[in-house]
């Protein structure tokens, strides 16, 4: 039997996900002692391990597949591409493999003590970790930061022991690619993990419950995304939501009901549950450290990500909405400056969100319904890519720009980006946002000629009335 041994830290994080790597490294920079625990090898979470990374891994791909194959109207011919599934896996396992074997060597080089186990709290200093050479190893602490994160949601009625059923990380093991795939929810894992099964082969249909794919983003943009994604997936079914089940040998059958309760049943040889996620909260020994949740499950916490307990802070997923990797990291370093003593608080104009698909969607700041609906005199401004120099030369030019302006002051306060590189374009509206910039900075801002960029510009250009690529007719005054 091991005899319980007990360490002590400065401080200890719960979690190696981008939130509590974050915070761990900034720490040990700052010269703390650092004590970093997660079930995983190496840090990384679940965004390194079975998130953004894998998926993204996979979203290249799918790119490719559609860039080749959209290469025909150049005068450019490939053949049909071959997928080789167990290599397209073992090269997605490379990627994560790399980064995560990186990030050990990080927090190795910082001299900070890595334990795999788990953790529980025994107080609001000290902490009960289980790993498997030491089932009763304890940590004391002076503050610690949870970064838990979060899992996928379930749908109870669904039947999870059926090898039929995946959730947003057993879709990116790709383990064979499906005839038919049904994906339960219309927000962008949905989207994402329908693209890549798709673009490799499965005909996917989409079942939102609501009345559009993401909901809360605005619909002009999801306008253009729906014609972008609709061409790629067999079937997008709003209003929908999933009745009976029945679980057969090789698949599922599965009773759709739609609009006025109209209802189909259709036979998938996968479904994929993406109906949100939920916060890693549950069994962290919370009540005996003082650390209060929300009705929701999701962590109390203030701005400088305190939580009820003055020795615990958190960060991430498991603090609430937007459950985003930058988010979190944002919030570890905020909260490891507070313990050190620093001026610091996590309070931003602009979190960007972006959706991988095809064409790509993003923005940050204020939507227009989220402007409304705080009762701002606002002004949109919209440039559509069918006028960019850039987006003609790449057959792209569907997408669109569009800044959300404050009337008043001309501030602006919300971007928002559809078309190919949108993730990529959007970190200079996330600083305009956080700038105070006005609509003249941005048009006055030269931008390089010929990218997609310049949308940007010419999109702040149209806010005064005239863009150099676009005519706008002047409304006639009336007498």
């Not at 995560?100 to 990080?106: I, Q, V």
């Not at 949109?380 to 006028?387: G, I, Q, Y």
């Not at 987006?391 to 559809?418: D, N, P, W, Y």
């Not at 250009?461 to 007719?473: D, N, Q």
């Amino acid at each position: 039997m091991n005899e319980k041994q007990t360490e002590t830290a400065e401080i200890v994080i719960i979690g190696a996900g981008p939130g509590g790597y974050a915070a761990a490294f900034h720490a040990a920079d700052l010269g703390m002692d650092v004590t970093l625990i997660d079930p995983n090898p190496n840090p990384g979470g679940v965004c390194l391990y079975r998130g953004c990374i894998p998926s993204k891994t996979l979203l290249n791909a799918a790119r490719l597949i559609h860039e080749t194959a959209a290469a025909g109207e150049t005068g450019l011919t490939f053949a049909k591409p071959k997928i080789d599934v167990k290599k397209l896996r073992g090269w997605k396992n490379d990627v994560v493999t790399k980064l995560t074997e990186g990030l050990g060597r990080l927090a190795s080089q910082r001299k900070i003590t890595y334990i795999r186990g788990t953790a529980v709290f025994k107080n609001r200093n000290a902490l009960d970790v289980q790993t498997d050479e030491n089932p009763a190893r304890q940590v004391s602490f002076r503050h610690a930061v949870i970064a838990t994160g979060s899992r996928s949601a379930e749908l109870p009625d669904l039947g999870f022991d059926s090898p039929h059923i995946l959730n947003s990380s057993s879709a990116l093991e790709l383990e064979n690619i499906p005839e038919k795939l049904l994906i339960i929810g219309g927000g962008y894992i949905g989207l994402e993990l329908g693209t890549v099964y798709a673009s490799f082969g499965s005909k996917v249909t989409i079942a939102e419950i609501t009345s559009g794919l993401l909901p809360g983003v605005d619909r002009d943009l999801i306008s253009v995304l729906k014609k972008g994604l609709n061409p790629l997936f067999e079937s997008i079914a709003l209003n929908t939501r999933v009745g009976d089940v029945k679980h057969q040998k090789n698949g599922i059958s599965v009773l759709l009901k739609g609009p006025d309760e109209t209802e189909t049943r259709k036979h998938f040889h996968k479904v994929l549950v993406a109906v949100g996620r939920r916060p890693n909260t549950a069994d962290l020994g919370l009540d005996a450290a003082g650390v209060a949740l929300d009705d929701r499950g999701f962590i109390t916490i203030d701005s400088q990500c305190r939580t009820t307990a003055n020795t615990v802070f958190a960060v991430g997923d498991a603090t609430g909405e937007p459950m985003l990797a930058h988010r979190a990291s944002h919030q570890g370093r905020v909260a490891v400056e507070v313990i050190a003593g620093k001026r610091s608080a996590f309070e931003p104009n602009a979190i960007p969100a972006v959706v991988f698909t095809d064409p790509e969607l993003a923005w940050a700041g204020l939507t227009e319904l989220q402007a409304k609906k705080e009762g701002i005199d606002f002004q949109t401004a919209r440039f559509p890519w069918a006028a960019s120099g850039r987006a003609v030369a790449i057959g792209r030019t569907e997408g669109l720009t569009k800044l959300i302006i404050e009337k008043k002051t001309q501030r602006i306060i919300g971007v928002a980006i559809v078309g190919p590189y949108a993730g990529e374009m959007i970190a200079e509206g996330v600083l305009a946002i956080e700038m105070g910039a006005n609509a003249t900075d941005l048009k006055l801002t030269i931008h390089p000629h010929p990218t997609l960029t310049e949308t940007l510009q010419e999109t702040a250009e149209l806010f005064f009335g005239s863009a150099t690529h676009y005519f706008r007719p002047k409304r006639s005054k009336r007498s």
